[in-house]
């Protein structure tokens, strides 16, 4: 009675083994038919979105506590209709103010 047990524990575990393994290769299989070109593609709207020029630059006079300078701020002007894609593409005042 106890090898009985024994041996049915046992093909119990191989048969759950069995299938808890063909189910992680099916998955894999499954999702390895993504390829880089098709990220790629569903991804292109975010390059058009993040090169997308919606800024100017400003000449502007930055005004430190001590002294002056000439520089360049952002300025939102809408999508698509600035000179530049990003903020940090204007140097700016750094933690001066601007006038």
């Known amino acids: 009675m106890k090898?009985?047990?024994i041996f049915?524990?046992?093909?119990?575990?191989?048969?759950?083994?069995?299938i808890a393994g063909f189910n992680v290769n099916f998955r894999t299989n499954e999702s390895s038919d993504l390829t880089l070109a098709d990220v790629e593609a569903e991804a292109?709207?975010?390059e058009d979105w993040w090169n997308r020029p919606d800024y100017d630059c400003v000449s502007v006079t930055c005004r430190c506590?001590?002294?002056s300078y000439r520089s360049e701020e952002v300025?939102?002007?809408g999508n698509g209709n600035g000179s530049v894609a990003h903020q940090w593409s204007c140097a700016g005042c750094g933690d001066c103010g601007w006038t």
């Open 44 to 46: 292109g709207w975010v």
């Open 8 to 18: 049915a524990a046992i093909a119990t575990i191989a048969t759950v083994s069995g």
């Open 65 to 67: 506590i001590m002294y």
């Open 75 to 77: 300025s939102y002007v």
């Open 3 to 5: 090898r009985k047990m």
